[in-house]
């Protein structure tokens, strides 16, 4: 299940218990003769008000994340000292005197007792229902030594966090405790044959050169590497240091966007500015459909392949600019300056970048984020993972109808090896240095800036 599907429906139990144990306490102190429905009404909005304030500001991890009892208990007291003082503050501000305080903290102590038993018992069925899937993700270990098999261990012991599907080793080409796939320079082989989400390194620290080459080679193929034990003076990417169960873990290249809270405040802002954008620019959309029928024969949308996160094809929506377009997955043909296959409207939208509108409906699917890299062509991915052996690190995020890059002048061809190395490093460099600021930036700067307007032809 989705990290925002468990947080709605914890938002929705949530609310169902605070209002049950409302009814139940107003009953016990009120009686069924109480005539006040004005005073029942204020405390009514003010309790739901609160609580969805506090489950807001409380969003900032997955909540699926395993935690130990104490942690759980902690972070639930949290949650109600900061529920009571909202909920007090908005009760002077607004001037609600005649709420009993009895039934308002009556009403909040049942409800936090009924909200943290379900939310346990809700979660712990999520993870047993996930161990039963086996959904969550596939590794691959480097080193089937102690270190390895304790790896193995913890992910036969939490099936619902992955399963190991096989390891890599020189010295060791056989074992009953562990499925060797063949040696650590079979990498390339083995990925080919059983593709999997994730590479765990356990082999000796020494083995510099060896653990440099396989993180090269993970990007390469858009693997997320991790490193056993960590070691600061070997890497020259950013990292952070976690646990897998007690063993110390390094995740190679961290980004602000793999912060559930980040994600989740990007998505909010991408709904609302794709809607209220497709909204205002209707009529535009609409002139444009129609100049596109009456200037050429052909459907006003070009619907290309494009490759988004985790290298997962989507259908990417588009005008119309020319009179005959690439296969929607296999084109290969780049538009160059002078194109003759442009139509005349398609030269006015392509300047302007209105042709890039429709993907705002690929934003709202999902698809896309209104900031992040440029979905490229299915062919051109491959061209570029070639050239470029960090290029699909930009798939570790949703793709964007804007840029760092586009708005830096990084757009049109990427036949040298300055345009593909430019894109490239803003691309990696946006994701490694995401705010929330940078993307409004990047907004401004689309709309307004000229160097976003370069190369497009």
């Given amino acids: ?114 909200s943290f038993f379900f939310s346990n018992f809700f979660l712990n069925y999520i993870r047993i229902k996930k161990a039963k899937l086996h959904n969550y993700t596939e590794v691959l270990v480097v080193g089937a030594g102690k270190l390895g098999l304790e790896v193995k261990n913890y992910f036969d012991q939490n099936p619902h966090r992955g399963k190991v599907v096989g390891f890599l080793d020189d010295f060791k080409l056989h074992s009953d405790k562990a499925n060797i796939l063949g040696r650590v320079s079979d990498f390339q082989e083995v990925y080919n044959n059983n593709r999997f989400d994730q590479l765990i390194i356990a082999i000796p620290i020494n083995s510099r050169d060896k653990i440099r080459k396989l993180i090269d080679l993970a990007e390469f193929n ?107 997955r296999m084109g290969q043909q780049s538009t160059r300056e002078d194109d003759d296959r442009i139509t005349r409207v398609g030269r006015f939208i392509r300047k302007y970048s209105l042709d890039e509108l429709p993907q705002f409906i690929n934003v709202i699917k999902h698809d896309m984020s209104v900031v992040g890299p440029r979905p490229h062509r299915v062919v051109l991915n491959k061209i570029l993972q070639e050239k470029s052996s960090n290029y699909l690190v930009r798939h570790y995020v949703l793709p964007g109808v804007t840029g760092w890059a586009q708005v830096n002048g990084w757009r049109g061809p990427t036949d040298t090896r300055i345009q593909y190395k430019g894109r490239t490093l803003h691309d990696l460099w946006y994701i490694e240095n995401w705010t929330f600021l940078l993307d409004l930036y990047i907004i401004v700067l689309t709309i307004f800036g000229v160097k976003s307007r370069k190369n497009a032809f």
């Fill in 1 to 114: 299940m989705k990290t925002r599907e468990v947080l709605f429906i914890l938002l929705v139990v949530d609310l169902v218990f605070l209002n049950l144990s409302f009814l139940i306490v107003a009953y016990l102190h009120y009686g069924l003769g109480y005539n006040r429905f004005d005073v029942i009404t204020d405390t009514f909005w003010l309790l739901n008000f609160s609580w969805i304030v506090t489950f807001l500001v409380f969003v900032t991890e997955d909540p699926q994340m395993e935690k130990p009892l104490s942690r759980r208990i902690i972070d639930h007291g949290k949650k109600f000292l900061l529920f009571l003082a909202i909920a007090s503050i908005l009760a002077l501000g607004l001037n609600i005197s005649d709420i009993s305080r009895i039934t308002f903290f009556a009403t909040s102590t049942y409800f936090f007792i009924f």
């Fill in 222 to 328: 858009g693997v997320r590497p991790r490193v056993i034990p960590d070691y600061y003076n070997l890497f020259n990417r950013n990292f952070e240091t976690q646990l897998l169960g007690e063993l110390p873990v390094v995740n190679i290249r961290e980004f602000p966007l793999e912060i559930y809270a980040n994600r989740f405040w990007k998505r909010v802002f991408d709904l609302v500015f794709s809607t209220t954008a497709l909204i205002l620019a209707s009529p535009v959309l609409l002139l444009i459909a129609i100049a596109i029928k009456l200037d050429s024969k052909g459907p006003v949308f070009y619907k290309p392949v494009r490759l988004g996160r985790r290298g997962e094809e989507f259908v990417l929506y588009k005008f119309r600019s020319m009179y005959n377009n690439d296969d929607p």
